[in-house]
C-alpha cells in the first residue's frame, strides 16, 4: 500500500509540473490533457487516504487538535524573532503537492506548529511565475499568478492564507523568493525581454550547457514526462546588474513586504551570478565604461574580475534592504547561502560584506552534506562562528529527495551537532520530506521522531 500511495504522489507532483511546463509549449499540451483525466482519480485516492489518516496520521489527531485550540488564545508570533531555536522548513512548488491541494496548507501548518516547528519559508517565486497575486508580474508577463496555483485556489491567495494559518499557530512566514535571478529560457519572462539576461563568454545564455532532464535522444513517454523531475530543460540567469532586473526585483519585494503580514523575506543561492556569466551586453559596456574600454577578462575566474562583479552586485542588495526597511521596518532580510568561500567564488555573493554592512539580519546556511565529517567540517568553520557574533546563523539540513529519501538518523545527528556548536537553529529542505511514504521510516515513526527532536530546547 505505501509502494502505491507514494507512485500516486509522485504521479500527482511530476503531473502537476509537466503540465505548469506546458503553458509555455504549446505543442505539449495535447498529450498532456490526457493525464488531466487522470488527476481527479488520483485526488479522489489521496483524499481518501488524509480523510482515514487525519491531519498527521491517526496517531496525531488529538495533538493536532490540541495545538490549534492553544493557538487560538495564545498571543501572536513576535515580528523578526523566535523565543528559542529557530525550527523552520521550506515548502516549494516543484515536486510537491503542498500548495496544489486543497487541503494542502492548512494541513501542512496544523503539522508543523504540532512538531514544534516554528519558521516557515513558502515560495512566492519560481521559473518566472509568483505564487501570490502580484500586480508587477502581471504588468511584464500578463500573468499575476501562476495559473495553475490560480486554478488551485480560486479564493483566496495561497500566500495570504498561509500567514492567515501560520500566525493563527504561532508560526514565523517568511516569503523565499526560490528561483532568485534563475529563470527558464522558454518562460515568457526571458522571452519578452531577451536583453535582461545574462551571458558566458561563448555567448550562451544557459545555465548549464546540457539539459536538466530527459534522455540523449530526447524522446521519452507520457508518463516518462510524468515521472520525471520537471525542471525547466534549459535555464538562463537574468542580469543582476541590470537596472530594469533589479526594478522587477525590488518591486516584488516591496510588493510582499507591504501587502502582507509577513515576518521577512528570504533569498537563497540562486540570488547571485554565477562566476560563467557577466558577458552580456550591459555588462560587459559598464565594465568598459569603468575600464578604459577595455573588455572584460575572457577568464570567467580572474580575480580582478570576480572582485568587480561581486561588489556591483553588493551594491544591489545595498539598495534592496533598504526597500525592505522602506515598505517593512520590522521584517528582516533573511538569506540562505552556501558556505562563503564557495558562495563568493563560484555564485559572487560576497554575503560576509552583506553582514558587515547591516544588510542581512539572519542567515541559513545551506550545509547539504551526507558525511558526518564533512558536515562537522563545515559547521567548524571560524567563518560561521564571528557571523554568529553579529546576527542569528541557523544550518540548513537536507531531509531528501523525491529520489534520494534521508534517514531520520542522519537528519537527528545533524541537528544534534548544529545544537552543539550552539548555531541558532536549524531549517529543513524540504517539506514533503520531512514525512511521507517515501520516506526510510513510515509518516507516522518520522512525525514522532521530530516531535521529540524539536521539543528539546537548544543549549
Not at 500548495?99 to 496548507?105: A, D, F, Q, R, V
Request: aromatic share 12%; proline share 5%; glycine share 6%.
Amino acid at each position: 500500500m505505501r509502494s502505491l500511495i507514494s507512485s500516486l504522489q509522485r504521479l500527482t507532483s511530476r503531473w502537476l509540473e509537466a503540465f505548469n511546463h506546458s503553458y509555455t509549449h504549446p505543442r505539449q499540451r495535447k498529450p498532456l490533457v490526457a493525464g488531466l483525466l487522470l488527476l481527479p482519480i488520483i485526488a479522489m485516492f489521496a483524499g481518501l487516504v488524509v480523510w482515514t489518516e487525519g491531519p498527521s496520521g491517526a496517531e496525531d489527531t488529538s495533538a493536532s487538535q490540541s495545538a490549534v485550540s492553544q493557538s487560538s488564545v495564545s498571543q501572536s508570533v513576535e515580528r523578526s524573532a523566535v523565543s528559542s531555536e529557530i525550527r523552520g522548513v521550506w515548502i516549494t512548488n516543484v515536486a510537491s503537492s503542498v500548495l496544489y491541494s486543497p487541503w494542502g496548507i492548512a494541513n501542512a501548518v496544523h503539522q508543523l506548529a504540532d512538531l514544534h516547528f516554528n519558521t516557515v519559508y513558502p515560495v512566492v517565486w519560481n521559473r518566472g511565475k509568483t505564487f501570490y497575486h502580484s500586480q508587477v508580474l502581471k504588468q511584464t508577463t500578463g500573468y499575476a499568478i501562476a495559473p495553475l496555483m490560480a486554478l488551485a485556489h480560486p479564493t483566496e491567495d495561497p500566500l495570504a492564507e498561509m500567514v492567515r494559518l501560520g500566525h493563527k499557530n504561532n508560526l514565523r512566514i517568511i516569503p523565499w523568493f526560490e528561483y532568485g535571478f534563475m529563470v527558464p529560457l522558454h518562460s515568457k519572462l526571458a522571452r519578452q525581454h531577451p536583453e535582461w539576461l545574462t551571458q558566458r563568454a561563448n555567448g550562451s545564455y544557459k545555465l548549464h550547457e546540457a539539459t536538466l532532464t530527459g534522455n540523449a535522444s530526447g524522446k521519452s513517454s507520457l508518463l516518462g514526462k510524468l515521472l520525471s523531475s520537471g525542471a525547466p530543460r534549459t535555464l538562463g540567469w537574468l542580469n543582476p546588474l541590470h537596472p530594469d532586473v533589479q526594478i522587477l526585483v525590488l518591486n516584488m519585494v516591496g510588493e510582499v513586504a507591504s501587502q502582507y503580514d509577513v515576518e521577512g523575506i528570504q533569498f537563497d543561492d540562486h540570488f547571485s551570478l554565477p562566476v560563467d556569466f557577466g558577458y552580456d551586453a550591459y555588462t560587459v559596456s559598464l565594465y568598459q565604461a569603468e575600464h578604459d574600454g577595455q573588455q572584460p577578462p575572457a577568464e570567467a575566474t580572474d580575480a580582478d574580475w570576480i572582485r568587480w562583479r561581486a561588489d556591483k552586485f553588493s551594491e544591489f542588495v545595498g539598495r534592496l534592504h533598504a526597500r525592505i526597511q522602506e515598505t517593512c521596518s520590522t521584517c528582516l532580510f533573511s538569506l540562505s547561502p552556501n558556505p562563503a568561500k564557495f558562495a563568493y567564488r563560484f555564485h559572487l555573493q560576497d554575503w560576509l560584506k552583506w553582514v558587515d554592512n547591516g544588510w542581512i539580519d539572519e542567515v541559513v546556511v545551506q550545509v547539504y552534506r551526507d558525511d558526518m565529517d564533512k558536515f562537522e567540517g563545515e559547521l567548524a568553520k571560524e567563518t560561521l562562528h564571528s557571523t554568529m557574533d553579529q546576527l542569528p546563523v541557523s544550518i540548513g539540513i537536507l531531509t531528501g529527495t523525491w529520489r534520494r529519501p534521508i534517514p531520520f538518523k542522519q537528519i537527528k545527528e545533524q541537528v544534534v551537532s548544529s545544537r552543539d556548536h550552539h548555531f541558532s537553529g536549524v531549517a529543513f529542505f524540504y517539506w514533503d520530506t520531512l514525512w511521507s511514504y517515501f520516506t526510510p521510516e513510515s509518516p507516522q515513526q518520522r512525525r514522532q521522531n521530530f516531535r521529540e527532536l524539536l521539543a528539546q530546547e537548544n543549549v
